[in-house]
């Protein structure tokens, strides 16, 4: 059987999501014998020219992971469109935004602002930020991609055939993935590569949680020793798990850590909303200062209820009413 064509691509993201492929481990040299990855450029050194130069629809897949922070990020995602078959969003920044995406909560300038001038650590005396056109010190024109004021989606800016989310997706998940695309055994388009059920529902700990909670504060991993059965909810830990969706195999919860929420929503519903509702009954606090005391176990609720999805969250999408 000829091989296919494959691209691997990364945009506003860490590395972990190439680093996931190699997580396949052995399983990656079976892959080999049908897939060609003709562009990874955290793995080779393939120009933007090497993609130009293929027919349209020439690559079987791309795996696009990362957010669209950036004009280069957007001009490679709509190139690897055009030259591909499938494009699959690759993780959880490209699904919803992910980390990156939680730059949301500012500006463009409060970042700049921070990172290039207000910074204590700092030197920056003529006030320099990074501007799309410039001259170097030997009057040579010089150009940076656009930063845009908005960390945007994989889907905000071409049209995405499948999404696997996860920070990264796991080995298990992406040789699923993968086999199903090589085999053509694959849901609707625009489907979430995963089951769309809750992980509360294939959690180990899922007997122990109970349907009232009645605790009075939330308690940080930092100082408690968690219980390694119970499930954390029901020690005042705050777990993602009834809004997040399953297909990880709980790699978290059997390590003692509660879930953080990276595959992202279950259902098509907001992620944090979700949690919140999840939440709704929650706590025996019915003065203010015990609503306090609640919420102090919850020092950054944005970063806590949408780490990994507030690109796509009702909070966060008001920022994509403009288009880059
Ligand atoms: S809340 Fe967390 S620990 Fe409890 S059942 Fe759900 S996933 Fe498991
Ligand atoms: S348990 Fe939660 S945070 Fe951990 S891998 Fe699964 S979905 Fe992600």
């Not at 020439?58 to 499938?86: C, D, F, H, Y």
């Not at 990074?130 to 656009?146: F, I, K, N, Q, W």
């Not at 999840?278 to 919850?298: C, F, H, K």
């Amino acid at each position: 059987m000829p091989k296919v064509k494959a691209a691997i691509y990364w945009c506003s993201s860490c590395g972990g999501c190439d680093e996931s492929i190699v997580d396949l481990g052995e399983r990656i040299l079976a892959i080999r014998e049908l897939v060609d990855f003709v562009f990874w450029p955290c793995a080779m050194d393939p120009k933007t020219s090497d993609v130009e130069a293929l027919a349209d629809g020439e690559l079987a897949v791309s795996l696009i992971n990362g957010a669209i922070r950036t004009s280069e990020q957007e001009e490679m995602a709509k190139l690897l469109r055009r030259k591909s078959q499938l494009v699959v969003a690759f993780g959880s920044c490209a699904c919803s935004g992910g980390i990156p995406a939680l730059a949301n909560l500012k500006s463009r300038k409060a970042i700049f602002d921070r990172a290039y001038l207000d910074s204590p650590t700092n030197v920056n005396p003529e006030g320099t930020v990074p501007v799309p056109h410039s001259l170097t010190a030997d009057g040579y024109p010089m150009e940076l991609p656009v930063f845009y004021d908005t960390v945007y989606e994989l889907g905000d800016v071409i049209e995405v055939d499948y999404l696997l989310p996860g920070c990264p997706p796991n080995g298990d998940m992406v040789a699923t993935a993968l086999t199903a695309i090589l085999e053509g055994n694959l849901p609707p388009k625009g489907s979430i590569l995963l089951p769309d059920i809750a992980l509360c529902q294939s959690c180990a700990r899922n007997e122990t949680k109970p349907d009232q909670l009645t605790i009075q504060e939330f308690k940080r991993l930092i100082h408690v020793q968690a219980d390694p059965v119970q499930c954390f909810l029901n020690q005042g830990i705050l777990c993602m798990g009834p809004a997040t969706r399953d297909g990880c195999g709980t790699p978290c919860i059997q390590g003692n850590m509660p879930c953080t929420g990276c595959l992202g929503p279950v259902g098509s519903q907001d992620q944090g909303a979700r949690m919140v509702s999840a939440l709704g009954g929650i706590g025996e606090a019915v003065r203010e200062e015990d609503v306090a005391t609640l919420l102090d176990g919850i020092p950054d609720p944005a970063g806590t209820f949408y780490r990994y999805s507030m690109s796509s969250s009702f909070l966060g999408s008001h920022r994509k009413d403009v288009k880059p």
